[in-house]
């Protein structure tokens, strides 16, 4: 509803803080609409009543409260288009269409709207419009903007030069490098998963079924002369007469497909015939030497 109040002045100021730290100077009029409700007036402007004046008054966004300086033109604009003084209303729900933060000397009501010894935060208004709700009490319960812990300690350290208060951009600053570094992290996580998974999916090398089987090597000559007795039968087995094919490729994820049973196995058989046999041969001639 257009009446409603929505909390923002202390994320504003946040924001302020994390950004510019002590560098107010940088800070530029913000462009986005927000609702306040004026509270209270600090000051009443100039007692001629046809002349505009800068006024003080009190905002409140529901939780919190700030002192608001508005410009010359801001009033002047108020006394165009609503026929009379902004003064002239005791309460009432205002739109701030152009503002920013200020760190200045406010007036009080409490020494008879005198500016303070020191300086607050504030903001400065310099176009504003009406929204309704004249002479409505006090929406929500808003406390001063001091009741932050860190918005009060902000408002000390602007207070003193020598960069103290850019405690709390040096802080965003930081977090922000955390992030960073953590993304970093991650980002190098999952480029690692993403090449596992990319080897995971690869296919595996071709495999020869007449790839050569380690062991001890005979010439033409040695196996002749070792063809006697079952020896002989298993060097006389015929070899494979089907061509093999080479094993399928598969990938770690995928189901590997069956082979050719018979020529496999009996290719393999036959090597590991020729294999025991080399060795059988080798242990018969160190015998014969050693008789």
Not at 20 to 49: C, H, M, P, R
Not at 156 to 161: I, Q, S, T, V
Not at 207 to 223: D, E, Q, T
Not at 249 to 265: E, I
């Amino acid at each position: 509803m257009s009446n409603e109040l929505r909390p923002w002045i202390q994320d504003y100021l946040m924001q302020i803080a994390e950004t510019k730290g002590a560098d107010l100077a940088s800070v530029e009029w913000s462009s986005k609409v927000k609702k306040v409700q004026i509270i209270e007036f600090l000051t009443y402007g100039s007692q001629n009543e046809d002349e505009d004046s800068i006024i003080w008054a009190r905002v409140s966004d529901k939780n919190c409260h700030i002192p608001v300086r508005f410009s010359v033109d801001a009033t002047a604009e108020y006394r165009r288009v609503n026929q009379g003084r902004l003064t002239q209303v005791k309460t009432a729900l205002v739109i701030l269409r152009k503002f920013r933060i200020l760190h200045c000397r406010v007036p009080s009501t409490r020494t008879g709207h005198k500016l303070t010894p020191d300086a607050y935060l504030a903001l400065e208004c310099n176009e504003m419009r009406l929204l309704g709700s004249i002479g409505q009490p006090t929406m929500g319960n808003p406390a001063g903007i001091e009741t932050n812990q860190e918005l009060l300690k902000y408002n000390l350290e602007l207070r003193n030069p020598g960069g103290g208060a850019n405690f709390l951009k040096i802080r965003a600053q930081e977090r922000q490098q955390r992030r960073s570094a953590g993304k970093g992290k991650e980002e190098k996580n999952d480029k690692y998963l993403a090449s596992g998974r990319e080897r995971s999916r690869s296919p595996l090398p071709l495999v020869s079924a007449a790839a050569p089987i380690a062991g001890p090597s005979l010439s033409k000559g040695n196996v002749d002369k070792a063809k006697t007795g079952y020896s002989s039968r298993i060097m006389d087995m015929p070899a494979t007469t089907t061509k093999t094919k080479p094993i399928t490729r598969y990938g770690l994820t995928a189901r590997p497909q069956v082979y050719q049973g018979k020529d496999f196995g009996r290719e393999i058989a036959r090597r590991f015939a020729v294999r025991l046999l080399c060795k059988t041969y080798a242990s018969d001639r160190q015998g014969l030497r050693a008789s």
